[in-house]
Nanobody
């Protein structure tokens, strides 16, 4: 089992920055994949960025160049640095990690970008 806890969400103005954290506990040595998804009201959940076991990072086009995913293995934490935030980035951001064929999810953290 893996437990994930997100933090770092909040309300910012357009152009602002936030750093989300996803702290993992449990069978973390078996995590082969981690990523950040987001879900806006009335929309489907979408992948934002992820990192594989080879440390390759993928970003969706709309956040590329603005968001940075990183991992601190010593702290068992994955971060999502979000810069130049836009109103369309408003959503609940969820962290996910995969162990074998099982995906684990955090509870999510709200990000609101508004003037």
């Amino acid at each position: 089992q893996v437990q994930l806890v997100e933090s770092g969400g909040g309300a910012v103005q357009p152009g602002g920055s936030l750093r989300l954290s996803c702290s993992a506990s449990g069978s973390i040595s078996r995590i082969t994949y981690a990523g950040w998804y987001r879900q806006a009201p009335g929309k489907q959940r979408e992948l934002v960025a992820d990192i594989g076991s080879d440390n390759s990072v993928y970003y969706i086009e709309s956040v590329r160049g603005r968001f940075t995913l990183s991992r601190d293995s010593d702290k068992n934490t994955v971060y999502l640095q979000m810069n130049s935030l836009k109103p369309e980035d408003t959503a609940v951001y969820l962290c996910t990690a995969r162990v074998g064929s099982t995906s684990h999810w955090g509870q999510g953290t709200q990000v609101t970008v508004s003037s």
